[in-house]
């Protein structure tokens, strides 16, 4: 991943852009509304919009050349706000995905390959975890940790990650019965070296499909939790707590408008590009 | 002979969409059936045999290309419009398969699939009486305790038993005309002649004229009076059935036989066709057959032949009188054990 | 797979007490003092009612024996007390029960209903015009914020073109009708009154579409491939050479086999549609307990959440077990060799 050789960079590059080429027209246009955000996110304090944050014109009006997606009730501009709004929903969504697949899979890899007690607590806690619709766990985790970003980001880390547990486990105990894997636990490795070198590179194709589709998901539960009031606290512009605040100036539909496409399009893109992975990758069970 | 046919196709032809453009299954086959009698098509799996059935009764996938002419009884089936086709499949004409598990719906009881199959056209009887009905027709092909049965699903038939269901579901509405594609293929030898026989009786008993569609020429010599042999999707011989057993001139149908256990041939090893039949998709040119023929000429691999009368069988070979005559033997692949 | 089922039942109270213990491990890492989240703030200074309460909880023992009266009051039916109502959240909880149910059950019908219809069609229509057109609309649904998408229905349909009321489950002068079933919609029907039941259905009508409109593509994606599945097998063959029409095809033969893998969906749908019910009923002002675990959540009135949170959980597993009987009891194979 982090190689430093230009060539190998030039390779990973170029396999980017074939798998990019046999996605479907959908997925790639997923492609490119994920980075549209991507860039949005990580430059949308340098773009020349107005600040966010600040009274830009007069309260609650429509939308109009100078505002485009009109102002909300302190006057502040809609379209800027649901542009700065990508740098909160997103980068949790990111963080929410990468932790609870990372802790996931190697809790779910350990689990599967050695076994014994430690499964056994593994999979009842994942279990458990999983008997609870996720919107309700979320909140009660959420409420428990007090109010703000960081912790709605925990509470959902805690609803996903049995669901890459489950899926990491089913998956290293198909691969541990190949013959490869036999073949190098006869020829003396290690458990932990077989496990990491022999069995684990195998097993990622059904966890990164599974993380991209979720990723909407995640984005998605992450505005509904601001939007409930458990999530970002205003006045940042979060998009589910702009919706918040379009909901509470209910004739005033412009306010929650702009956030509400901006969700829309992370779902719809992910879900796009999720499908159009799993049909170059998943035809008929991995590798 | 001075009645229509009972079944009669002209230059059959179904196409399925390859990679590059439609690619033909069947290539042009001729069959006649007369009423009360059992033709036999024979060839290996991938030959079209069932294709070419399939394509005149529609039960090809919508997007098969079927062309040429079949007459039912004078009525062409080919370019019927579905909602005529529906009256004359399961009404006139009865269909067998190859495996009964599958052809059975999982869900619903034997019974109620045959039930089903005689409301399908006759909407003024009752249930009961089309229950009545079904019973009576899983006796006639001998299924102990009909009633017991009737209710019980697919799955709690024995491979054997379930073939006969499917044979008093095809008989449901007295058919003309039993199309059997494979009717015993998947079942015990054993129970493949009973099978066999049942169907020969019931044949003879209601005067129903049959296609038996099979891989194993055995199966058609006893039951078939005509039997056409095909091979990659074309008929390559055609004749009474002891016209083509006896006077074989194709190759491919020697091979057949040569293949076929038998009494005379218990102790002597069965010889088999070297090779495996072309995909559809990558025919060679001239004859099909030549590249697994012993005694192909390098003129056979230029021309394909047509079927022509050769003494007691048409047969679509370049060398048939002399392989008739027997005034050639074969070199390799074909094996020197071969009956001449 | 009886074996399977009869497992799975027995698996279910060791789920609930995971859930129980979760919900108390929960609400003793709150913050602070756990009395706070026992006792309103402004009752702090009542020294017999904090005095009662930490008797009650047992709050001066150490945590094992909190969990233990916690458990004993929880199967005795006592979740605690709501600051919000000042109320047994129990008590809170069965009143508001019934406005969720129907309101779920309400959106179930619509999304199944939508979501067969339009896997059907879909199939039998593959890659026509109205295939995409309607797995269109049923992505849509999925991947609307529901929390955004009923706001913009109630601003379209009440707002603009009036052709619904707006919030809540009555008129703001009706007087709900006798309580049998807790159902309006029933109530009202079982009452013979029309007038109210005509009410209770266009209040219900635009967020139980909302709500069922986010399960559609679920249902119908599932619907869509298993019938094309079942429709390539051998039995659909058999049913037309056997001169059935292709709608006796499609519903006897096919859509009887495609239907056992979408009753497993089932209950996949209903976790989605307890999720949807909490933002649906805060849009829509809806009395259940959706709403009031968002109103606790805002609050931060910890007994309300953790008892929505237990009575959500044990939906949800009964809800999944059910599906699991529904799909052995669907298939023939699977009961006879049980």
């Known amino acids: 991943m982090a190689s430093t050789s230009p060539r190998a960079r030039m390779r990973a590059l170029s396999s980017g852009r074939a798998l990019f080429g046999r996605l479907p027209l959908t997925g790639k246009i997923g492609v490119l509304i994920l980075l549209f955000w991507a860039i949005t996110v990580v430059s949308v304090q340098f773009w020349p919009l107005v600040d966010p944050l600040m009274m830009a014109g007069r309260r609650l009006q429509p939308p109009s050349g100078a505002h485009w997606l009109g102002t909300d009730a302190l006057g502040r501009d809609v379209f800027s706000r649901t542009l700065h709004g990508a740098a909160y929903t997103i980068p949790v969504a990111v963080m929410v995905v990468v932790f609870a697949v990372v802790i996931g899979s190697a809790l779910g890899a350990i689990a599967g390959y050695f076994g014994g007690w430690f499964d056994a607590v593994i999979m009842r806690t994942a279990d458990v975890t999983l008997s609870f619709p996720p919107i309700l766990l979320a909140m009660t985790v959420a409420a428990a940790l007090g109010p703000g970003l960081p912790n709605a980001g925990l509470a959902m ?106 969700i829309l399009s992370v779902v719809l893109a992910t879900s796009f590009l999720g499908d159009g992975l799993r049909d170059i990758f998943d035809r008929r069970g991995p590798q | 002979m001075t009645a229509a046919p009972l079944l009669e196709i002209r230059d059959l032809r179904a196409a399925f969409r390859g990679p590059s453009g439609f690619v033909e299954a069947v290539r042009g086959v001729d069959f006649t059936l007369n009423a009360g009698e059992v033709l036999g098509i024979v060839g290996e799996s991938g030959s079209g045999k069932s294709v070419a059935m399939m394509a005149l009764l529609q039960l090809l996938p919508a997007q098969a290309r079927v062309s040429g002419s079949a007459k039912f009884k ?89 073939q006969r269901a499917m044979i008093a579901m095809a008989l449901a509405n007295n058919p003309s005309l039993l199309i059997a594609d494979e009717p015993t293929t998947a079942l015990d030898v054993t129970v493949q002649a009973q099978i066999l026989d049942l169907l020969r009786r019931l044949a003879q008993e209601r005067d129903i004229g049959m296609v038996l569609i099979t891989h194993d020429l055995g199966v058609v010599a006893s039951m078939a009076r005509d039997i056409s042999v095909m091979y990659s999707g074309r008929v390559v011989e055609t004749g009474s059935a002891d016209s083509v057993f006896y006077d074989t001139c194709h190759p491919y149908t020697r091979g057949l036989i040569a293949a076929m256990p038998s009494l005379e041939s218990v102790g002597t090893l069965l010889t088999p066709i070297d090779g495996t039949p072309p995909s559809i998709f990558d025919r060679p040119q001239g004859c099909s057959f030549a590249p697994r023929c012993g005694y192909a000429l390098p003129a056979c691999h230029e021309t394909d032949p047509e079927l022509r009368q050769i003494g007691t069988t048409r047969a679509a070979c370049l060398r048939a009188e002399e392989i008739a005559a027997g005034t050639v033997r074969p070199t390799a692949p074909l094996s020197e054990s071969l009956p001449v | 797979m009886l074996r399977y089922i009869i497992r799975r039942i027995l698996g279910v109270p060791f789920l609930l007490f995971g859930v129980a213990s979760v919900a108390f491990l929960l609400s003793q890492s709150t913050k602070g003092d756990p009395l706070s989240a026992l006792v309103p703030e402004r009752m702090m200074n009542n020294p017999e009612i904090v005095s009662a309460v930490k008797a009650q909880w047992g709050l001066d023992q150490p945590l094992p024996v909190r969990y233990v009266i916690y458990m004993k009051n929880l199967v005795q039916g006592d979740m605690g007390t709501s600051f919000n109502t000042r109320r047994p959240v129990a008590r809170d909880i069965a009143d508001r029960l019934p406005a969720t149910l129907e309101l779920v059950t309400a959106a179930m019908i619509i999304g199944t209903t939508f979501g067969m219809g339009i896997g059907l069609l879909s199939a039998r229509f593959r890659y026509s015009l109205f295939d995409n057109a309607a797995r269109g609309f049923a992505l849509l649904g999925s991947s609307l914020p529901i929390f955004w998408s009923g706001l913009i229905m109630l601003y379209i349909f009440s707002v603009q073109l009036k052709w619904t009321p707006g919030t809540g489950r009555l008129d703001a002068r009706s007087t709900p009708p006798e309580h049998i079933t807790g159902f309006y919609s029933i109530d009202s029907l079982l009452a013979g009154d029309w007038a109210l039941l005509g009410q209770t259905l266009s209040h219900l009508a635009l967020p139980a579409f909302v709500l069922g409109w986010s399960v559609v593509g679920i249902v119908a994606r599932l619907v869509r491939s298993s019938l094309l599945e079942a429709l390539s097998q051998d039995y659909v063959r058999t049913a037309r050479a056997k001169g059935a029409p292709e709608r006796v095809v499609l519903i006897n033969h096919a859509l009887r086999n495609a239907l056992i893998p979408v009753l497993t969906v089932l209950g996949f749908t209903f976790a ?29 009135d910890y007994p309300a959440i953790g008892g929505v949170t237990i009575v959500g959980a044990t939906a949800f597993l009964l809800a999944n077990l059910a599906t699991d009987i529904a799909y052995a009891w669907a298939n023939p194979r699977i009961k006879v060799s049980g």
């Open chain 3, 272 to 300: 989605y549609l307890i999720t949807g019910a909490v933002l649906t009923e805060a849009i829509f002002s809806w009395p259940g307990i959706g709403s009031y675990a968002v109103a606790a959540a805002r609050s931060l």
């Open chain 1, 157 to 262: 880390i805690i609803v996903w990650w049995p669901i890459y547990a489950r899926l990491m486990r089913a998956q290293v105990l198909e691969v541990r019965t190949r013959e490869h894997v036999e073949a190098a636990i006869a020829g003396g490795a290690g458990r932990g070296r077989v496990l990491v070198v022999h069995i684990l590179p195998l097993c990622w194709t059904p966890t990164l499909i599974n993380a991209t589709m979720d990723f909407g998901q995640v984005a998605l539960l992450a505005a509904s939790l601001s939007f409930i009031g458990l999530g970002a606290v205003p006045p940042s512009p979060e998009w589910g707590s702009m919706i918040s605040e379009g909901a509470s100036k209910f004739y005033s539909w412009w306010i929650a408008f702009g956030p509400g496409m901006a």
């Open chain 2, 74 to 162: 004078g009525r062409e089936l080919i370019g019927m419009p579905q909602r005529q086709i529906r009256h004359i499949l399961g009404r006139e004409i009865g269909c067998i398969f190859q495996d009964p598990l599958s052809a059975f719906n999982p869900v619903l009881t034997i019974g109620a699939q045959i039930i089903e199959a005689i409301r399908l056209h006759d909407r003024k009887i009752s249930k009961r009486a089309a229950l009545a009905q079904t019973i009576d027709l899983l006796a006639s092909v001998s299924i102990p305790e009909p009633e017991r049965r009737a209710q019980q699903y697919p799955h709690e038939f024995s491979g054997g038993m379930r």
